[in-house]
């Protein structure tokens, strides 16, 4: 049996990677359908505000606008997933450039680039997300989409530059050099390959650490326009009114945490997959 087909059995078995799975699953099926399972325009501002739960043409009741707030949170799946995805995206591009490159050449360019690193992870992400959005002076979306990617670089750049110290010196990457190829050969086809693992067990869990600090900027109010379905910015219009409407406020809240959960259990999932001495142990 292959070494994959090995590692593909064990998540299968697994009922913390396959919960997670059918969790992420269920939210890109939400996304992907989201504009023909909505009942209402998720900007429309109806008359009838602050309507329970199960009301009637209203599953979830309204918001104080009269927003309907089923409608709200299903199409801001797409919004508050999409913009996880792509900040971690950022981190993790720029990550394993910087990652690589310390790991790789070491001598004083490790030295620097892991100095800026370790202070830069002496600060909170969050706090490093504040300080970026302070710095664009700009609300929407976007750039919270920006600010969480750039606070997060540090993390990856830190792990991946790990793993590139590790897989380096591997007999196969020494025989490589022998073999007279270039470092650029052996650090793109040789040595990151061999550091996907790594990578999208942290990218995995790093989704739902984004999904989290994204809600919880624009819940601060730094982002993201009153038009905009996303869930913080629905927990920070509706948490006022939460005793006459309470669907505003506990169904996205769910939604964000089971999204957290999904990529939390599914990234746990895949390091117990793919951690090598886990994997390799019944060969």
């Known amino acids: 049996m292959g070494l994959w087909k090995r590692r593909f059995v064990k998540f299968r078995k697994s009922w913390t990677a396959m919960l997670g ?21 998720p900007s429309y501002n109806g008359r009838d505000a602050y309507l329970p739960m199960w009301s009637e043409d209203h599953v979830f009741g309204t918001d104080q606008l009269g927003r309907d707030v089923y409608s709200r949170v ?18 993790l591009f720029f990550g394993t450039i910087i990652g690589a490159i310390a790991g790789f050449f070491g001598g004083r360019i490790d030295f620097a680039i892991s ?19 302070a710095l664009f002076r700009d609300r929407s979306i976007g750039y919270i989409m920006l600010a969480v990617g750039i ?20 007999d196969y990457v020494l025989a490589s050099r022998a073999l007279g190829s270039s470092q650029f050969y052996r650090l793109l086809y ?10 999208i067990v942290l990218a995995t869990l790093g989704l739902g650490t984004a999904v ?6 624009t819940f601060l109010g ?16 509706n948490w006022k009114s939460y005793l006459s409407s309470p669907a505003g406020t506990i169904v996205p809240g769910v939604f964000i945490g089971l999204a957290v959960l999904g ?21």
Request: glycine share 10%.
């Open 190 to 199: 040789v040595v990151l390959p061999n550091c996907l693992g790594p990578m």
């Open 21 to 41: 799975l059918i969790i992420i699953a269920a939210f890109v099926l939400i996304a992907l359908a989201s504009p023909l399972i909505v009942t209402h325009s």
């Open 263 to 283: 990529f939390n259990l599914l990234g746990d999932g895949l390091r117990d997959v793919l951690d090598p001495r886990s994997a390799l142990s019944k060969q």
């Open 151 to 170: 606070a997060g670089v540090p993390v990856y750049a830190r792990q991946i530059r790990a793993s590139v110290l590790v897989v380096s010196k591997e």
């Open 222 to 237: 730094l982002g993201g326009s009153p038009e905009t379905p996303e869930w913080g910015l629905m927990l920070n219009e």
């Open 115 to 133: 100095r800026i690193i370790e202070i830069l992870m002496a600060f909170p992400t969050i706090i490093l997300a504040l300080t970026i959005v």
């Open 74 to 91: 299903v199409a801001g799946t797409p919004v508050s997933m999409g913009i996880g995805v792509l900040s971690v995206g950022i981190s």
């Open 212 to 217: 989290l600090e994204i809600a919880g900027l």
